[in-house]
């Protein structure tokens, strides 16, 4: 549990390590609780990871569904709004990073 109050944070940020929880519905359940009615959390990933570190799920699913299961994840925790972006520089195309965004609906009662 985050030593956070209820609707206390503006917005939060999971930075290429959301293939490494555990628990990540429980994990983004939690910072739903956190979080403002409205607010965003973004979750960026690349095709890299540490496989030994890696939950079995994040390597057993091809690279072009890693992002269909976080939005999952976020779906399950209970936030709405969710959409996926594919960020990739010019000339970089090989090494592209992801984000899935949520927001925490206006009405928490969905992510309680």
Not at 17 to 27: E, F, I, N, T
Request: proline residues 8%; charged residues 15%.
């Amino acid at each position: 549990m985050l030593p956070l109050e209820t609707s206390s944070v503006d917005a939060a940020a999971i930075c290429v390590s959301v293939q490494y929880l555990q628990k990540p519905v429980g994990v983004l359940r939690e910072l739903a609780r956190v979080l403002k009615p409205g607010s965003l959390v973004a979750i960026t990933f690349s095709n890299r990871c540490f496989p030994t570190k890696a939950v079995m799920i994040w390597q057993a699913v091809p690279n072009v569904d890693h992002q269909r299961l976080v939005m999952f994840y976020l779906e399950q925790a209970g936030f709405g709004s969710i959409e996926a972006r594919t960020l990739c520089p010019p000339g970089h195309s090989t090494d592209p990073l992801w984000a899935v965004i949520g927001r925490v609906p206006n009405s928490k009662s969905a992510c309680a």
